[in-house]
């Protein structure tokens, strides 16, 4: 079996680094033409799936905006889910989960656990309630070759408060959770299977990402406002395992599908132009 880390490995090699939201914000809806209702939702995710599905290495649907709509809206991320998966893209659901051990475990059987109806490759996670609460998250993706991403530094400036508070031993909570997830990571190759969440907003923080050996999520690219030239700040010397995340950015782009294709290029040429000048 491979591990998530050696699929999203090549995927990023096929396909280039980048993820790309799925957030149908009401407004979008809006700017496509469309209801705010399930036929709606329906129909802007699979203009996204079919404009985007078969170039796009990663795709995040947000649950929030299906959730939104009950058991309809959450029957359209099972089947976009698997539509992008039967295309090749690999799916991370934004759901942020996080609870007691027991709790979590479930969580895993829902996302985690091939038999399940939503069935992702990878899961953000909340580590509010201890990193080690995680581990049937960890376990669970590590017997079946998914990935989890936790949030470390996130994009919003309410997060520095907590996020940057230190801890007993010396170090913020921010950095526990990256060396707690860097011990995931270790000795895997190509990459590990256990990300981190680290906002593209928050500039150049001092936190050591040098040893996590996984992958970087970066969110709050466009519509929050940070752009890839901010990517050298935040990441230094790691920016070569940054995964850069658009939701908004790309998608305002549409309903157009060529148009939406044009905006995943421009925010992937974006990204390489900042790798290449060698940061
Ligand atoms: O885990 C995330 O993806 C996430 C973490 C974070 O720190 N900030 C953040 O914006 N996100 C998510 O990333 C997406 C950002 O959307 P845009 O601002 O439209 O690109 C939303 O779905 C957020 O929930």
Redesign the pocket.
Known sequence: METFGTRLHRAVAERGPLCV?I?P?PGLLARWGLEDDVDGLERFVRTVAEALGDRVAVF?P?S??FERFGSRGVAILESTIRQLRDVGALV?L?A?RGDIGSTVAAYASAYLDPSSPMYVDAL?ASPYLGVGSLAPMFETAAAHGGGV?V?A????PE?AEVQRAVTSGGRTVAQLVIDEISQLNRGAEPLGSFGL???A?IGDTGHDLSRVNGPL?A??????GATAADLPTVFGPSLSAVLP???????NAGPDADALRAAAARVAADFRHILAAGH
Do not use: C, I, M
Request: charged share 15%; aromatic share 8%; hydrophobic share 35%.
């Open positions: 939201g957030d914000h995040k947000q929030a905006f991370l934004d942020k953000t991403f949030l530094l996130t994009s919003n997060g969440v680290v906002g907003t999520l969110p709050g690219l466009g519509a929050q995340s658009y939701s908004r950015e790309v998608l």
